[in-house]
């Protein structure tokens, strides 16, 4: 529970100093007691020993999973669908009474029981499996932890350490001194063992669907130095800039960014349009939980209080600000007023993304469609509703091809046996478009 | 996690101001993070709904048990028997498609599976059930609330309540204002509901075999207050004094206790004796945990920091010191050192129960085989090793008359129909004689 | 902040271990942040190095004295008058210029300020001073650390210790292996030093004024192995018991205590009058704070879901009942409305101490006069308000003859000088007759 | 103790609903329990009422006040030289006996016994006093809160609030909903209270003295958005980064910065060397605290485990990395071998400030001569020695160049009255150039 420096004492970690596996999960907090039970990963007895399972993502038929769970008799303790991949790991029919279990048949069975979104690690014993689901909609990646003696002289008798890592996001690896080494592909099976990395399986996508990666891990989610697809998040979001200065270009005398995430889609745009980019709020790192606002004052500056405007940089002037979403509109709309006190002429936001008007059912915490502002009256107009001069953004069309564009000339991943590069590329739109690449059960 | 006191906040009690029924359970602290996996009460949501189930005991036949559930594909969250109850109840074959499930047919199929020992709240929807098993291992006592409004004035806008608890002691009904009503019997199923208490059945144990509830109870485990078999505890303990002093009669001075708890066996000592009681020793109430005892000095003290001499009352004079158990041997020591150096003459201890030789299966947590003082060869010389004058335990015969005469005379309870009157009485005495209620499985 | 076990963590404690000398002061917890500036010992630095102060008492002239220190320029940090005390120690003129200021004529130049309330402990570089206020008001005992190696082997690569402590109660002394040794006399300024103890000084009292020991210390503070003035604290209360029982006998079958303070008393009645003495309520230590009592039920029960029956000992039967004291009457009444509804046919209270009528202003934390149940109109049928069948205090003269009868046969101290055995004894029972040792200034 | 999020809770701030004035103090957290002493502001009770007073700064002359205030007889409770200015204003002779004293004569008194550096708020019953150094050595600056109905209706029943607000920067003026009005004026006395803002007095400088305000608020301390003498830290910063491209200028292919404090001087850098802007790292939120480090891997990482590389950014390319300073050098080598490796084929490192070679004595923690890399034989070959291509520092002349030419022509503040414009602008460099403001006494 907590942030994983609070959670993991030095005590804690120096217990795991010899041990050659593990896996972990670090997931949004929500509030409430049973959360506890919902901490991952999920640990269970079987009558072939433990296994431990971590998941991110969420099942499309988690309802009908867990009644067939349930049915068989077992009791469930947790409301969550990472419990249900792991009780039918267990149960997995027939129960075979050998000394070590075929967990990769049984993987095979569960990825049958459910099409997405799954990325999955399964450790038992000294093995651990790296499972993407068939449409690939969750992120999954392979780092490398080269030896140390390669890099560097080693400490007074330290053992040397190489071996795998595997993350959601690439940018990890960096930070534990490992490099990127590939992605897990929709619908592989990776074996992780002292034997070394194997890929054991590639489950198929029922024929003529297409892979479904989540587009908005591009737009939002990921750390800009993550690589998907072969491409680095932050040069798509800089095409993004690039692409939206085409479709939405901007009579203007500065470009700039609200910090920290639209920077390189600003830096697109300011490079395209030819206007410079500049510099007009900087965080105030001081402002954090606002435990309360006693008064008008300061509910009335709402996300304001968290910048400082560089009022030098654009008193005077007209300014083009990007931002990479705008999901229910009450954060922008402080934003412009500052700007607007501090002495720009006019604000013209242009929004790096096509607005969203859909439900999530894979995983992403997205608000209601009643609560998106792209479903509101109010959206007919939304630049007089959040104050600007004007308001764009980008088209699902451009989105697909400045993320696409990439993969075509970057893409080559020649780690992978060329059978598994047949898959074509395809992205989930279903929060812009509400096409969901399977069917929904309820 | 942690004392009631601190695990539950006010706001946590304040959300059941409005609440019908509920179950609960206390469990000694162990360490570790594993610990919460094992809190109870245990709650599983099934086809059917969550089940919540209460646990105190220890299954003789666990092991097994464990092995039956994991073989059916169950994957287990913890070591814990109480969660192998927990989901026995929720498989149960065959998985009814009803609305309401039979659980008392669950129940019964559970006791089948398992002799001893087990007392166990079960809550399903608004009914809870109260079961013991059918060897009466746990205690397990029945209480009313009685109508607030017979008592007392009700507060402004406050409704009545009247109903029924059930608790391991009787004595925690007094906390709560409710009056002991009577225990549930040995293999009884009792169900409490809107419609008030309901006995459904008396699951008998094998022909021939008599009650075997914990005589541990009797002589250390329960707070004097409480009422087991008709009897209170304290009047039990009082009798241990007395039967002691018959057994094993002393030519000296005064007699004393170690406080707290052989306090009742001291005074049942002193009237059967003759002798004068008095006390001997204070609690230090500032000593609590001793977290650190940087010299020779502090360790040597050990226990007896924990007690001050009331020196007048014992200075020059030969003391009995009634203890009601002596399992290790380390801490009855420096308590006799302790007095000796304050100027008792002689220190001659008596203990109100037989020496502890054989394990416990049965949920008592007592020290292995090889560390009960009474089975090391110092117990040749018990006396010289503690360093008393003069060391007598009380008798097995001894300890089971002191606790069955008082049911013989006083423990008539009316309230429990004529048929379930016919058990005889009978206890478990295994950690002093090594004869176990059943036969152990391994 | 907070009790000893959770301010010092075990690594403070380690920083200690080659520490000679050191003071502490733990006092009772109130509410407020204000409190931390309130611990003991104050610590300040002066032109000669720093000096700390813990101080026990409280000053009769300290409003006064701290408009001095203010008009000297002294901006004061806390509301405490130990602080008072520290700052005049600080600024005693002329400040001399020395290397070692004389810290004894400081101190001596501080008692002629302020007749009581006060024991001090100043400690300076390598030096402590134990300082007793003229009257004695507080206790203040001093103890000795024998060499540990006349006692018992040392641990490996242990140094020996020995050396002298001091504290309010001798009784501490036991939990860290030190002596009872003697008490610091009223007036007396002793010095602790690598050197052993030394008696420097007795500043006297003005003629005629007896000494004015507090004597609530023997009713109710104290704990009951500590020794005052020679005598044991449980003695004495013993001596209270008996002296009731001849001021005020009952035609009662049992007699018995309100545990556990008020035990000695309770056997030294049963002794005087021949009574039987038993158990009637046993501690239940499951109840700590209550956090919230969310229905009448639970606040009608009061106090009382602190003891539960013993109902055995005495349902049938006259019961009387002894406790220390009543202040406020509001704790007695459940406790013997719980010991009628179990059976009790007459309760009769009986208390080893006067009522207390006035407020003190020495240290004691006293409710106002308005709120003692000495003082209010109830007070004229006080059996009637509580519920008690008959109740009876004992006199002022009774508690004074009890107290010092002992002080008389063994007070004698051979360690003191005899110039200093000329004090006569003396008690403050300022509280229960409103005569104060010294005038109040306002 | 702690962040201000967690020092105070929301129940501390709702009893401040209703309270007109007050002041605190948030400084950098060191270690240890004295720490808790230090926390400010420093509040005593003199004989005219409490004073509270936080202060921002260091005394250069503290020994030697310490000394004069413990002559007098204080005992001081701190090591901080803001209890030596509290005592001073409590104790300044002559204690008037008067029921208001003369706190501007006291606070006058203060400023001829200390020349530099404090910034105070002084607080006594309704009047608070902002007090600035003769130097100016720590800034302080005032805001308006104006009132809100002028801006938004009120909620319901909430009064109007307007008032004025003192801080050490204008930044967090507008987290409040103020604004900024102007700075106090070296020297100057302001006093706040119900009657508005008015200017008491300025105290003069020694003749021929400049203003030595700290340059270094300019080059690191100071959040962008704050204004010092009329102009804007963000564009002082953006002027030293096209000062520097003057003097150092390099053939490469893009520039970029150190995120995030550099930000601004390469955006100066870039302008004005005409080199494309880029990013070439991202921060890495998730690596907090590192509380371990278990083996050489990590070690090696240091610092650039807080970052991730922006591959696609600078691969194949010369980068300029812009740095605002260099103080140790042992954050920028990870830095740059991060870069070299991820593609970077040279990184010229130019440092936006002149190196530093000389402790301050008025405030700011800099390491000691000895651990500056100025002033160690590496410094000879800094870029071999942290591994750039090539190194090169802003001079001194620059530096202050570039800050005194926006004073000129941006630096008029119409709030002031004419005589107090007559100073001279002057501005600290003594950790450039050793040349201090004052003598330095010890």
Redesign the interface.
């Known amino acids: 529970m907590g ?3 609070t959670a993991f ?2 005590e804690d ?2 217990k795991l ?1 010899n041990v050659n596996l593990g896996i972990g999960h670090t997931r949004y907090s929500t509030t409430g007691i049973s959360e ?1 039970q919902n901490c991952q990963p ?6 072939h020993g433990k ?1 431990a399972v971590a998941h991110n993502g969420e099942l499309v038929n988690a309802s009908a999973l867990r ?1 067939k769970v ?8 947790t ?1 969550s669908d990472s419990e249900i991949i ?2 039918l ?5 027939p ?1 075979e009474e050998l000394d070590t279990p075929d967990w990769v048949a049984r993987i095979k069975n569960l990825m049958s029981e459910t099409p997405t979104s799954y990325s999955l690690l399964v450790m038992y014993k000294d093995v651990i499996y790296a499972v993407r689901d068939p449409y690939g909609n969750r992120p999954l990646s392979i780092g490398r ?1 080269v030896p ?1 003696s390669k ?5 007074a008798g ?1 053992a040397d ?1 190489e071996g795998w890592v595997v993350s959601s996001e690439s ?2 690896f ?4 490992a490099k990127y080494y590939r992605e897990v592909q929709p619908g592989e099976i990776v074996q992780i063992s002292k034997n070394g990395l194997k890929s054991l399986s590639i489950v198929p996508r029922p024929e003529g669907d297409p892979p479904a990666f989540c587009i908005f891990e591009y737009v939002y989610f990921a ?3 993550s690589i998907f697809e072969g491409q ?1 998040v ?2 798509v979001r800089q095409r993004c800039g690039r692409q939206l200065a085409i479709e939405a270009p901007t009579d203007a005398d500065v470009v700039s960014t609200v910090p ?1 995430s639209a ?2 889609a600003a ?1 697109g745009y300011a490079q395209q349009s030819g206007l410079p ?3 007009v709020l ?3 790192r ?4 606002t ?2 606002q ?8 709402g996300v ?2 968290k910048f ?6 654009f008193a005077g002037k007209r300014v083009v600000l990007i931002d990479d979403s705008i999901v229910r509109g009450n954060t922008i709309s402080p934003i412009i007023k ?1 700007l607007k006190e501090a002495g720009a002429t006019e604000v013209h936001i242009r929004v790096a993304s096509p607005p969203i008007r859909f439900p999530c059912y894979m995983g992403i915490n997205i608000p209601t469609k009643e609560e998106l502002i792209a479903n509101k009256p109010e959206f007919e107009d939304i630049a007089g509703y959040i104050g600007a001069t004007s308001v764009r953004y980008l088209s699902v069309e451009g989105l697909v091809s400045a993320v696409q564009s990439g993969i075509e000339s970057h893409g080559k991943d020649e780690k992978i046996s060329s059978s598994t590069k047949t898959t074509r590329h395809g992205h989930c739109t279903a929060c812009l478009t509400g096409k969901y690449p399977v069917e929904l059960e309820w």
């Open positions: 942030l994983v420096n004492k030095p970690l120096l100093r506890l999920f640990v269970v007895d079987t009558l296994i009644k349930m049915r068989h008799g077992v009791g469930l303790s409301s792991t009780q790991l267990a149960l997995t029919p129960m932890l140390i890099l560097h002289s080693l400490g330290e350490t940018c990890s960096q930070s534990i001194g750390r800009p130095d680095m932050y040069t920290e920077t390189p830096l980019y500049v510099e900087c965080k105030n001081y402002v954090g939980r435990f309360i006693p008064n008008t004052r300061l509910r009335q500056l304001a209080k400082g405007a560089l009022t030098d940089n500052l």
